[in-house]
């Protein structure tokens, strides 16, 4: 069973920092691209950042421009979310996901293919 494997998430302070990682399978690490969504409670899920199959591109949602970098790892397989700067409105639960394209402008929650199981991000003092 094709799945994407995230990891990385936690409790950090306020202002502190992150990074998710997500394993893919080859079958789809080298044909999709790769990106992050977080749903918040009571919220619906929202795509945050994505990167094309050879990481020439790179998209990110407003909320998180300038603070969290997206990056991938061709070797191992693997993309990465650097999250910096968070604060209490960036908890969430975050699922790395592949599709067949990167968002334009708003990336839809029903685009990607592929979906990992989610990792847990609390930001708290």
């Known amino acids: 069973q094709l799945q994407l494997v995230e990891s990385g998430g936690g409790l950090v302070e306020p202002g502190g920092s992150l990074r998710l990682s997500c394993a893919a399978p080859g079958s789809i690490f080298d044909y999709y691209v790769i990106g992050w969504f977080r749903q918040a409670p009571g919220k619906e899920r929202e795509g945050m950042s994505c990167?094309?199959?050879?990481?020439?591109?790179?998209t990110y949602a407003d909320s998180v421009k300038g603070r969290f970098t997206i990056s991938r790892d061709n070797a191992k397989k693997t993309v990465y979310l650097q999250m910096d700067s968070l604060n209490s409105e960036d908890t969430a639960v975050y699922y790395c996901?592949?599709?067949?394209?990167?968002?334009?402008?708003?990336?839809?929650?029903?685009?990607?293919?592929?979906w990992g199981q989610g990792t847990q991000v609390t930001v708290s003092s």
């Open positions: 990167i094309t199959t050879l990481g020439s591109s790179r």
């Open positions: 996901a592949a599709s067949r394209y990167c968002p334009r402008e708003k990336w839809d929650p029903s685009a990607p293919n592929f």
